[in-house]
């Protein structure tokens, strides 16, 4: 069994370490997700006074404007005590912190 050469073992230690130093800050500086059961939808849209807005298509998404439906409903967050809602598009809920 040969040995690799000294400088391909140091910088195969180095690209370990860095991979596990990106990933722990990525642990550090990532927030709580709550993730809601479709079971449960009906109750938390009830609890926060949203079902009947959504029923009514009286409810649009934050970023791109489209009529919120139980179907398209993406991302509810509270933000300085308001509650922003946004669709399933990708373009619209991915940058949401």
Same mark, same amino acid.
């Given at each position: 069994?040969?040995?690799?050469?000294?400088?391909?073992?140091?910088? =195969? &230690?180095?690209?370990?370490?860095?991979?596990?130093?990106? &990933?722990?800050?990525?642990?550090?500086? !990532?927030?709580?997700?709550?993730?809601?059961?479709?079971?449960?939808?009906?109750?938390?849209?009830? &609890?926060? =006074?949203?079902?009947?807005?959504?029923?009514?298509?009286?409810? $649009?998404?934050?970023?791109? =404007?489209? #009529?919120?439906?139980?179907?398209?409903?993406?991302?509810?967050?509270?933000? &300085? =005590?308001?509650?922003?809602?946004?669709?399933?598009? #990708? !373009?619209? $809920?991915?940058? $949401?912190?």
């Amino acid at each position: 069994m040969s040995k690799l050469p000294i400088k391909d073992r140091i910088l =195969g &230690n180095y690209a370990l370490l860095k991979r596990k130093a990106i &990933n722990y800050w990525r642990r550090l500086s !990532s927030k709580n997700v709550l993730a809601v059961y479709d079971d449960e939808l009906d109750d938390i849209l009830k &609890n926060l =006074g949203l079902d009947e807005k959504i029923q009514k298509g009286s409810i $649009n998404c934050q970023k791109c =404007g489209c #009529t919120i439906t139980r179907n398209n409903l993406g991302v509810i967050k509270k933000e &300085n =005590g308001a509650i922003q809602i946004f669709c399933l598009t #990708t !373009s619209c $809920n991915s940058n $949401n912190d």
